[in-house]
């Protein structure tokens, strides 16, 4: 370290450690759930996390109105051990060479049952809040094609044919015929079960369109003009035998699986609009029992694709439901085009894709893509500027995601282009657009590089998010590949030799990364025993461009961590008097070191970091 640097960290450091009543997020006018400051989040696809009910797994009759339309001849619930590019006999025997197909119509049984069995895995983790996938009634694997919005799916509680009885009984358009399937009952026991371990659940909400599946398109198709859904949707022409006109309307992205809800200045047109707040009441307090027992909030899908003023509406009737509600969108944009969704007045925070933009420059792109440790703070520093006071401490500080490549894939293809450049990079991190995209699993110097990752994203501002599986070592390309079969210790996988052409490789043993799980498991326990790490003020206080050293001090109140990370590839040494005249744990070692002055120097090892706890 330079004099001019050493002297300057000696003075940011000694002047934080003078002030134990240092100011926090939590001070001054804020409109976020405080809460949502002090979570470590965990995102399930449901379909994927765990089959906890086999009597209820969906059959070829589940799957009609998903994509692909074309109905297949043969079809089964997959495997789940299985070798993920390997077709199955069955698939082999619909003749289709599109690999897209295949795994499209996959379905491999997890369900809310599933979710309940592993509350305590989560818990054990360190987890406190769930954010689901849609979990709402829908014929595909992802269900973004609801067919409505006021019941589970029926393939993921236990009475499927009952459920479908049931809801066969009600008028959607009228909440007070509504009825209660099996599987909305299941979903209710998952939240109190969730609560009765301090974790809270997030549903997510899809309220561009809805599927063709859904019961308002399903009339429209059938009744045209004459239904009552006639003014629901995006209709360009109605079907007149007389005129020859045929029947079309707007899809989300073109997609005709997806038929878009109408807008007008006001957003949603009144009968989506009506129906989507009576479906929102209904999560957030079931049969009016009270808050306790519904949902803590919602992820918002696509919310740049519905207007503003929708957004301020709904907002005031989440509000006015449950004041201590968290909302949080997907707006994959630059930040000047987030900011307005943030003001307090439409969402609380955001998925936060341009944390891992940032992240992915400074800490997974080659040497030629690469950003240096100082243009890495001010990136930071203009991400937490952007928002109004609180903001920054309850978005989710995500990387992977089911619309990203995982991040241990994200590593091995490190390279191919930035994630910041979304359009170019998701197609880019899809085999099916990039022959050249490698599928292999990481080896061990990229889980550290994940690892190194982790420490930064367990210790900075803002809630981590972490996509189920990240935490022991799964990989996969960008959808559908991100969105393989959760890997638990009891299920027996086949190795990965597969290529998606249908050629093999060398085998890649699929199975819990017990290493990665440990580091994940003790992140995350270290964030939620500090509260200077979920509330506490940001203040960088190494900045060392040559030998890619980063440091940083978090205070709340008597609680102070200082964070020191190598993003180096080879051990860097630093000058204890960055510590000050007080005594340090390193909570990152199972040794829990102590550091002082008298140490001298101070090692970070390479690829690493260090997570010192004032004494």
């Known amino acids: 370290m330079n004099n001019i640097l050493q002297l300057a960290v000696r003075t940011l450091i000694s002047a934080t450690l003078a002030i134990p009543m240092a100011t926090s997020a939590s001070q001054g006018e804020e409109f976020v759930p405080q809460w949502a400051k002090e979570v470590v989040w965990y995102q399930i696809f449901p379909e994927r996390f765990r089959n906890g009910d086999t009597a209820n797994d969906p059959g070829r009759k589940d799957i009609l109105g998903a994509d692909p339309q074309e109905a297949p001849k043969q079809w089964q619930v997959h495997p789940w051990g299985s070798d993920w590019y390997e077709l199955q006999a069955y698939e082999k025997a619909n003749g289709e060479p599109e690999l897209w197909k295949h795994l499209l119509r996959r379905r491999y049984g997890g369900d809310l049952q599933g979710v309940i069995n592993q509350l305590d895995y989560l818990k054990a983790l360190g987890i406190s809040a769930i954010y689901l996938n849609p979990v709402f009634d829908a014929p595909s694997l992802h269900k973004y094609d609801g067919a409505s919005y006021h019941h589970i799916d029926p393939t993921f509680g236990p009475d499927p044919e009952g459920d479908r009885k049931l809801m066969a009984t009600e008028d959607p358009l009228d909440p007070s015929t509504w009825v209660w399937t099996s599987a909305d009952e299941l979903a209710l026991n998952l939240i109190d079960e969730a609560h009765k371990r301090d974790i809270r659940i997030l549903f997510d909400g899809v309220f561009n369109h809805m599927g063709i599946n859904s019961f308002a398109f399903q009339h429209l198709r059938k009744h045209q003009q004459a239904s009552p859904y006639k003014d629901w949707f995006i209709v360009e022409s109605f079907r007149d035998d007389k005129t020859g006109s045929k029947f079309k309307y707007s899809g989300w992205f073109g997609v005709e699986s997806l038929p878009e809800f109408r807008e007008d200045e006001h957003g949603l047109v009144k009968g989506p609009r009506d129906y989507v707040f009576a479906a929102t009441e209904r999560w957030m307090n079931p049969k009016g029992k009270g808050i306790e027992h519904g949902i803590d909030g919602w992820r918002l899908d696509v919310a740049f694709e519905v207007h503003h003023n929708f957004w301020k509406a709904w907002r005031s009737h989440v509000k006015s439901i449950n004041p201590e509600a968290y909302l949080t969108a997907e707006i994959v944009d630059v930040p000047e085009k987030v900011k307005p969704y943030l003001q307090g007045d439409e969402f609380d925070g955001e998925m936060n894709y341009n944390f891992a933009f940032t992240a992915a420059e400074f800490f997974f792109n080659p040497p030629d893509m690469n950003i240096s440790v100082s243009a890495f703070d001010r990136k930071l520093a203009d991400l937490r500027d952007l928002y109004p006071q609180g903001v920054a401490y309850v978005v989710q500080n995500l990387f992977g995601s089911h619309d990203s490549n995982r991040i241990g894939s994200h590593i091995v293809n490190r390279g191919i282009g930035n994630f910041r450049d979304w359009g170019n990079y998701f197609n880019r991190s899809q085999v099916t657009n990039n022959a050249d995209y490698v599928v292999r699993k990481p080896n061990e110097h990229e889980i550290q590089l994940q690892m190194l990752f982790a420490i930064f994203q367990m210790t900075y501002v803002g809630a981590p998010m972490i996509y189920y599986g990240d935490e022991v070592g799964m990989w996969g390309a960008n ?137």
Do not use: C
Not at 510 to 534: C, E, F, K, M, S
Not at 536 to 555: A, E, M, T
Not at 583 to 606: A, C, E, M, S
């Open 479 to 615: 959808d559908p590949d991100t969105r393989k079969p959760m890997i638990w210790p009891d299920i027996e996988y086949e190795d990965e030799v597969y290529l998606p052409d249908g050629s093999k490789r060398s085998p890649d043993q699929v199975g819990v990364n017990t290493d990665l799980l440990r580091h994940y498991r003790n992140l995350i326990h270290i964030r939620n025993r500090n509260p200077a790490l979920q509330l506490g003020d940001f203040q960088s206080v190494l900045i060392d461009d040559k030998r890619r050293l980063y440091g940083y001090h978090r205070v709340y109140r008597n609680n102070q961590v200082l964070v020191i990370l190598n993003n180096a590839s080879q051990a860097n040494t630093i000058s204890a008097e960055i510590l000050g005249d007080s005594t340090w744990i390193n909570v990152l070692n199972h040794q829990k070191d102590t550091y002082d002055q008298r140490r001298g120097k101070i090692v970070i090892p390479p690829l690493d970091g260090l997570i010192l706890v004032r004494q």
